[in-house]
């Protein structure tokens, strides 16, 4: 069995403008804390990967400079998103600068994830050999795609992703990781992820609501 604490991979996580992102989860909190919460989100989605054992290096792409001070200052590196073509260019970026490592990416909305569900998710990729995803709780959205290294990452993030990820050839991973597979694009989502434990960033944010 793959140890899960030798750390081989390399985490992409994209993350858009605060002004532009989460649209469909305006509303769940005052519009001035919008971008507090998408912030937030992203921050605890970042310290959950960089305490997975699994993983050795997080790569985020963005170009808002207050989502990379933020997320800077936790330990990832920051790229800006020279593509600016879109969520799967990025990620191709992304994982261009992994250096032949493995490379695995994950959604910026993950407030609830656990770096042992990501770690027993990484050791199940790592034993496909081959691409492989995570789809979301729903089962209609991807989490995670993970490579080997030495194979492109090939992503197809976007509305459909997990049927399109496995046309592409991709190894669908249905494991028992609810706080992985718990992302947030809705005010239920964000509920739902509120009852699994929301990482320390996210639930500041919202205790200041309450």
């Known amino acids: 069995m793959l140890s899960t604490r030798v750390a081989t991979w390399t985490a992409v996580v994209p993350v858009k ?25 992203a921050r605890d989605t970042v310290a959950a990967v960089l305490a997975c054992p699994a993983v050795s290096r997080v790569v985020v792409v963005c170009d808002d400079p207050q989502v990379r001070a933020g997320l800077v200052a936790a330990g990832a590196t920051c790229l800006p998103d020279t593509p600016a073509a879109g969520l ?4 191709a970026f992304g994982a261009r600068a992994a250096g032949g490592a ?14 042992a569900d ?3 998710a990484l050791a199940e990729a790592a034993r496909a050999g081959r691409r492989a995803f995570v789809p979301d709780l729903e089962g209609s959205g991807t989490v995670l795609l993970a ?8 992503p197809h ?7 399109a990820h496995l046309r592409s050839g991709a190894l669908r991973l249905d494991g ?11 005010a239920a989502d964000l509920d739902a992820a509120a009852g699994l434990g929301l ?3 996210t639930g500041e944010i919202l205790c200041t609501l309450a």
């Open 17 to 41: 403008p605060l002004g532009a992102a989460k649209t469909r989860l305006r509303g769940a909190v005052p519009d001035a804390t919008h971008p507090g919460l998408v912030l937030a989100m």
């Open 88 to 91: 799967n260019a990025a990620l």
């Open 176 to 186: 028992d990781w609810p706080s992985l597979r718990r992302d947030v694009d809705t």
């Open 118 to 120: 990501l770690a027993v």
């Open 199 to 201: 990482g320390s960033h």
């Open 147 to 154: 490579a080997p290294a030495g194979v492109p990452l090939d």
């Open 102 to 115: 493995p490379v695995v990416a994950l959604t910026a909305d993950l407030p609830a994830m656990r770096p």
């Open 157 to 163: 993030f976007g509305p459909g992703s997990a049927a």
